[in-house]
């Protein structure tokens, strides 16, 4: 399989095709909207394949911790419910052109959050999407940009962490990661 070549920082980072609803690692993390109450694209996709439990949970969170939703760039953990993976890592990227110019910061704080919260439970796996780059538009190859920075600067403070998977729905998708990416 070409995509075998796409691996990164001694093997750390891994991209691949695929649906992030089916990778078995201990956590996905979910391109999740604010109100945490689902939504389309990735998030749809969870919800669907997770049940009802990922939904119940996040109803929680927003009666206890995140009333007014979770903001932008922070990250919400749920359990997995039927998915093959033990825990979602709900992340609220941003939406692109809507943040002033923060955009890239916020876009690195949904996988620099989603990593340390990954760290703090002693997870040694874990498998994003391309988060943004559907509904909320961001370019993808600068989002590779964003995210190969960030990894490649916060993976070494997180040595547990053995794999992060980088998800793409298709092989362009994937392609235009790895023509960009600054690892
Ligand atoms: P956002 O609202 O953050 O842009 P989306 O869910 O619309 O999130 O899209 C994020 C990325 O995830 C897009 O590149 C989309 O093609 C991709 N995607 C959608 N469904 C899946 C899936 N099941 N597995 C992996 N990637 C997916």
Request: charged share 15%; net charge neutral; with cysteine.
């Amino acid at each position: 399989m070409p995509q075998a070549a796409h691996s990164y920082l001694e093997g750390r980072v891994r991209l691949c095709v695929g649906d992030l609803t089916e990778q078995a690692v201990d956590a996905i993390v979910n391109a999740a909207n604010s109100t945490l109450l689902g939504g389309g694209g990735v998030d749809g996709a969870i919800h669907r394949r997770g049940g009802p439990a990922i939904l119940d949970a996040c109803r929680a969170l927003r009666a206890s911790a995140w009333p007014n939703g979770l903001p932008t760039g922070q990250v919400a953990l749920t359990e997995g419910g039927r998915l093959p993976a033990r825990y979602v890592i709900h992340a609220v990227g941003p939406i692109h052109g809507r943040h002033g110019g923060k955009e890239a910061a916020l876009l690195a704080a949904c996988y620099g959050n989603a990593l340390s919260l990954a760290a703090g439970l002693v997870l040694r796996t874990i498998a994003f999407p391309a988060i943004s780059t559907g509904v909320y538009g961001y370019p993808p190859d600068e989002a590779a940009v964003v995210v190969s920075t960030t990894l490649r600067e916060q993976l070494p403070r997180h040595a547990a962490i053995d794999e992060v998977r980088l998800v793409f729905f298709d092989s362009g998708q994937l392609e235009i990661f790895a023509a960009n990416q600054r690892f």
